[in-house]
């Protein structure tokens, strides 16, 4: 890694479903913890949540691990809390900031944290849903707390003031954790850091990218030439006769 990536302070987590580069990322020491959804389990096959989830806590079980809950009733969603906190210590349960009606879920947010619950609370776009949270969680209780600054920007939006104006608003928590999700580039990980975050998710594609950092800028420009000529003479494109 370059120098740049040596001086952050800000956590990289893994952001997957895939058990062996789970387990391979944590071997390397890449990354400082792991978080998973529902999207991410379909795309990677998983068939049986519970196996899957401590198939990966066997190994990984001294970095945080965040596992989502799928009702969409917030007393089956409590009931999937307790259960998936039970799976290991170092599991963040995952509350989306609604369900599927749009309707806030900082009350069981407020219960589960008050228990001691370690929560992850995930799908927050809004400064709204940051204020909302940040009452509901327990200062003396670790949290995350997941803005989606990927998708905020998707929508043609800076998402920079709005995780500047996140970090304020949980500065009075000291174990509340920043957290930017679903990043787009390598350089978020820096407008992370500079936003007082104390965690990006990042997943394999972005994970692999890593290696760019603070790489000269002439040799790239010289190996992206070099690869427009050899896509260009592979394919037998030709101008001139």
């Known amino acids: 890694m370059g120098n740049s990536l040596d001086k952050l302070k800000i956590k990289i987590f893994a952001d997957g479903a895939n058990v062996k580069d789970m387990i391979k990322l944590y071997r390397d020491g890449l990354v400082k913890g792991f978080t998973t959804n529902p999207t991410l389990m379909k795309k990677?096959?998983?068939?049986n949540?519970?196996?899957?989830?401590?198939?990966?806590?066997?190994?990984?079980?001294?970095?945080?691990?965040?596992?989502?809950?799928f009702s969409d009733d917030f007393d089956l969603m409590e009931k999937?809390?307790?259960?998936?906190?039970?799976?290991?210590?170092?599991?963040n349960v995952k509350i989306p900031i609604t369900n599927t009606k749009g309707e806030l879920s900082t009350g069981l947010i407020k219960k589960l944290s008050a228990d001691g619950m370690q929560l992850n609370i995930t799908a927050i776009l809004t400064l709204e849903q940051v204020e909302a949270v940040a009452q509901a969680i327990s200062p003396e209780v670790k949290s995350i707390v997941s803005v989606f600054a990927g998708r905020i920007a998707d929508t043609g939006r800076d998402p920079i003031p709005y995780m500047k104006k996140s970090y304020e608003i949980l500065s009075d928590l000291p174990n509340a954790e920043l957290l930017w999700a679903s990043p787009r580039e390598l350089l978020n990980i820096f407008h992370a850091e500079d936003c007082g975050c104390k965690i990006i998710t990042v997943t394999n594609d972005l994970l692999k990218k890593l290696s760019m950092v603070d790489r000269n800028l002439k040799d790239l420009s010289l190996d992206t030439v070099k690869m427009f000529a050899n896509d260009a003479a592979t394919a037998g494109y030709r101008i001139l006769d």
């Open 44 to 47: 990677d096959g998983v068939q």
């Open 49 to 69: 949540y519970e196996a899957f989830a401590k198939e990966v806590l066997s190994v990984i079980k001294d970095l945080p691990i965040s596992f989502e809950v």
């Open 80 to 91: 999937e809390a307790r259960k998936i906190q039970s799976w290991g210590n170092n599991v």
